[in-house]
């Protein structure tokens, strides 16, 4: 069965970085394209971000271009969104999750993730 963990959310101010990490194990990581997806309290979950099966193609959100990024390590089967300039409106949880297909045109989702909190308070 395949996994998707990630790890690194936490509580940090406005104006400050985390970066995520999303670990894959037990399905060939490489072969799918890799998205973050977040939801605050009270709101319906949103894409944050997705990167091609070898990470060249990479898409966001409006309200975190140019502060977000990820990237992906396929030797190492991990996926990360880095964080910079955080605001009170990113507290959220943040999933990873796979996409079925190479490309992050394909919609449809496979493995999820549990997801980690993000909070940006201060």
């Known amino acids: 069965q395949g996994q998707l963990v990630e790890s690194g959310g936490g509580l940090v101010q406005p104006g400050g970085s985390l970066r995520l990490s999303c670990a894959a194990s037990?399905?060939?990581?490489?072969?799918?394209?890799i998205a973050w997806y977040r939801q605050a309290p009270g709101k319906e979950r949103e894409e944050v971000s997705c990167?091609?099966?070898?990470?060249?193609?990479?898409t966001y959100a409006d309200a975190v271009k140019g502060r977000f990024t990820i990237s992906r390590d396929n030797a190492k089967n991990t996926a990360y969104l880095e964080m910079n300039n955080l605001k009170p409106e990113d507290t959220a949880v943040y999933y990873c999750a796979s996409r079925l297909g190479l490309y992050c045109s394909a919609l449809e989702t496979g493995h999820w993730g549990q997801g980690t909190q993000v909070t940006v308070s201060g």
């Open positions: 990167a091609s099966f070898l990470g060249v193609t990479t």
């Open positions: 037990g399905f060939a990581f490489d072969d799918y394209a």
